[in-house]
């Protein structure tokens, strides 16, 4: 199997990654698979069943998120996949990339410079760089073709 992944956090800075996965998918013909993953590594020391209910939660969010992306999708006349994982999200981006066998993987582009962003753009590169080495996925950016 192969296809593109395409990773979303939801909101308005989603929707230039959910559009590019989209218009790459028409181009490619490859299956368009959306992913939310629910990360509370911050919540560490908190109570478990904190937790355990939040948890659920962002899940139940990641669920909304993905079917939003995937009737985005439909309206366009492509057919999309959802997955909802829990973990680190540069290792389930992988691991989704690998299972699949992704020839594509779409990521968002951060937002700048500051300290509490996800990537920063010099950790963006790297962390591209290990999709293709892990995966063997080429990495699109919003407004770009594939990035290098």
Known sequence: MSGIVCAIRG???SQPTIERAIALAKETQLPLHFLYVVNLDFLTYSESSRVRHLSEEMHEMGELIVLSAQEKAAAEGVEAHGEVRHGSVG???INLCRDLQ???AVLGRPGGEREEDVF???RLQRFM???RQESGAEVVLPEEGPAT
């Open 11 to 13: 909101g308005p800075t």
């Open 91 to 93: 290792e389930e981006i």
């Open 102 to 104: 992704a020839e594509y």
């Open 120 to 122: 920063t753009r010099e």
């Open 129 to 131: 760089g290990e999709i």
